[in-house]
Structures are given as C-alpha cells and as structure tokens.
C-alpha cells in the first residue's frame, strides 16, 4: 500500500516537472545543457527573469519525511537526488556531493542551526557541490523560509515609500541574475572573484530549487530575485536608496558600470546565504 508521504512526494516531484523543465543536468561531474539545448538558452535576459526561473537542475526526494539530515546524490538520468542520512553527517561519504543537518530549534532556544559538507571527489566541478548543498539547505528550512518570506514582505509594506521603490529594485536584481547566469553558462572558472560569484548563484539557485520541492504544492513560487532580497534582509533599507531609483543620484548610480556594480553586490547577497545558513 502506497503511504501518504509517497503520494505527496510523488504528486510534489510530477508538479515541479510540469511547471517548468530544469535547465540541466549533471553529467560526468558537471552541468550539462538538458534537453539539446543550444549554448545561450540557459541565460534569462532581464525581462525574461520577471518569472519564476526554472530549475537549474531537477532535484527529488525519496524516504526524506522528518529526517534532519540529508545527503544529495547524481542519478542515473542525470538529476540530483536527496537521500536520507540516518547516521547524520559522520555517515556520509564522498558518493554524496553534498550533506546537511539541520536542527530547528527556534521554539525553545529562539535559533535554528545547519551544518554542511560537501564532497572532496576532484572529478566533481565545485558548481554541482555547491548546487546540491543549496537544495539541501533549501528542502530542510523551508519552513523557516516561508515564514521568514511573508514576515519580510509585510514589513516592507509598511513603508509607503516602499511601493515605488520596491520594483525597481527588483529590475536591478533581475539584472544581477541575468549577468550572473551568464556567467555560470560559462562553466568551471579559475580561482577569483567571477568563481566565488558562479558559487554563490548556482548555491542560491539550489536553495531556491530545494525549497520548491519541499513545497505543499510542489511549485517554484520563488524566484531568484525574491531569493536575494530575503537575504539581504539586514540591508534592504540600503538597497532601496542605492537601487530603487528614488533620487537623482541613486538613478545615476544604476546607470554607472551597473553590471560590475551589481555582480559585486550578488555576489556578496548570496555569499551571505552560505554564512548565515
């Protein structure tokens, strides 16, 4: 007899297909375009990215209800798959590009807590690591997540000041997202700022994809932009006035060297996400 928890992940995993197909899959240690596609399919341009983005990749569950810890596998078609981890952390070996425990404890100590590792396997670009460590993180808080979300966006309201601000931020991160994707289009980089920032979206973009995946329906409802002002949430103030197009001068700022402007502040949006988590 097929258990609720089955039917839910099984109902979950078939809604997230048919919402939209991921962009890759991972094969031989790295990302690789899914489905033919040709070489700039994969970057969203501005405009494009006013939807939610599809998955970088496809990620499942199976045998993961009420486990703290959790590791992240390849499967044979090429998707990534979480797996419980009875034995926590000390269980998991390289064969997992990623593992996590994370404890919830904010009811009776007011503070929740993840522990990561990812794999050592050379063969394995850092990218997939990094991915699959995200939707880890995403899958075990989402949770927190949805609260956090929903508490941030009815305190951002508040602030009538907000109402014309808010999308041009929005515009701009849009743009952050667009450049970055290109960017990690690009494959495995040297050692350097452009690496640490192709980390710090393909980590973000796991987050987002293990966070839709533990959700009821199974849906993205997040997209990559919303995933960087969540989590720039101590700076949101700051970002409106640099980015929300209320002055002459913060319209003079966007329009001067924007892309770098805005890969730096990406990068140091998402690094934080790995900092923080």
């Known amino acids: 007899m097929v258990s609720r928890a089955a039917l839910f992940?099984?109902?979950?995993?078939?809604?997230?297909?048919?919402?939209?197909?991921?962009?890759?899959?991972?094969?031989?240690?790295?990302?690789?375009?899914?489905?033919?596609?040709?070489?700039?399919?994969?970057?969203?341009?501005?405009?494009?990215?006013?939807?939610?983005?599809?998955?970088?990749?496809?990620?499942?569950?199976?045998?993961?209800?009420?486990?703290?810890?959790?590791?992240?596998?390849?499967?044979?078609?090429?998707?990534?798959?979480?797996?419980?981890?009875?034995?926590?952390?000390?269980?998991?070996?390289?064969?997992?590009?990623?593992?996590?425990?994370?404890?919830?404890?904010?009811?009776?100590?007011?503070?929740?807590?993840?522990?990561?590792?990812?794999?050592?396997?050379?063969?394995?670009?850092?990218?997939?690591?990094?991915?699959?460590?995200?939707?880890?993180?995403?899958?075990?808080?989402?949770?927190?997540?949805?609260?956090?979300?929903?508490?941030?966006?009815?305190?951002?309201k508040m602030n009538p000041d907000n109402n014309d601000k808010l999308p041009q931020l929005m515009k701009s991160l849009r743009q952050t997202v667009s450049g970055l994707t290109a960017l990690a289009e690009e494959g495995p980089r040297q050692p350097g700022s452009d690496s640490q920032a192709r980390l710090a979206l393909l980590q973000t973009w796991g987050v987002r994809d293990g966070y839709a995946l533990a959700a009821g329906d199974g849906k993205a409802s997040l997209s990559l932009p919303d995933m960087f002002l969540l989590n720039s949430d101590g700076v949101v103030d700051e970002l409106m006035t640099a980015l929300g197009g209320g002055s002459e001068d913060a319209a003079l700022v966007q329009k001067r060297s924007q892309r770098q402007r805005l890969r730096g502040l990406a990068h140091d949006s998402a690094a934080a996400l790995s900092r923080t988590g």
């Open 9 to 156: 992940w099984a109902v979950a995993i078939a809604t997230v297909a048919a919402q939209k197909a991921p962009l890759h899959i991972v094969d031989q240690g790295n990302f690789q375009k899914a489905g033919g596609r040709n070489s700039g399919s994969g970057a969203l341009s501005p405009d494009e990215a006013q939807d939610v983005e599809p998955p970088w990749a496809s990620v499942n569950a199976a045998g993961v209800d009420g486990a703290e810890s959790l590791g992240a596998k390849v499967s044979g078609d090429g998707s990534i798959q979480l797996v419980s981890l009875a034995g926590g952390l000390e269980s998991a070996s390289d064969e997992y590009l990623a593992s996590g425990t994370w404890k919830d404890q904010l009811e009776q100590v007011g503070w929740s807590s993840l522990m990561m590792r990812t794999s050592k396997a050379p063969e394995v670009d850092d990218g997939v690591k990094m991915y699959a460590a995200g939707a880890i993180e995403g899958f075990l808080s989402a949770k927190r997540m949805t609260q956090f979300y929903h508490n941030s966006q009815k305190l951002l």
